[in-house]
């Protein structure tokens, strides 16, 4: 299993995302297990199938980062990054580098509304 990058559940509560050797995303959640005791419980499991591209061995996939305000977990293959929305699957390559990989990516979205 790949590192595993923060994110928020469903229910605004602390998530984690990895990424398996299966070409899975594995959600995970911190919920009362037994008496009183938080525990990491795997919550959801996405298959990505043939969304993500095959040319490159699935060991070398790496989840890389998430943008709460969209859902959306950042894959690191290679030396590309893909986005893929939890809610509706889609995936789509945002960019891509010259001999690196990418280790992390911390999205950062703001707007400006000016006075009126």
């Known amino acids: 299993m790949s590192r595993a990058v923060l994110m928020k559940t469903e229910d605004g509560g602390l998530g984690l995302a990895t990424l398996s050797d299966d070409n899975c995303i594995h959600m995970w959640s911190r919920q009362d297990v037994t008496n009183d005791i938080d525990g990491w419980v795997k919550h959801k499991v996405m298959k990505l199938g043939t969304l993500l591209p095959s040319r490159v061995p699935y060991k070398s996939y790496q989840v890389v980062g998430f943008a709460e305000g969209t859902n959306t977990i950042f894959v690191n293959i290679s030396t590309e990054i893909f986005t893929v929305d939890l809610k509706s699957k889609k995936v789509r390559k945002v960019s891509e580098r010259e001999g ?17």
């Open 100 to 116: 690196d990989r990418f280790d992390l990516i911390l999205p950062y979205t703001s707007f400006y509304t000016p006075k009126v």
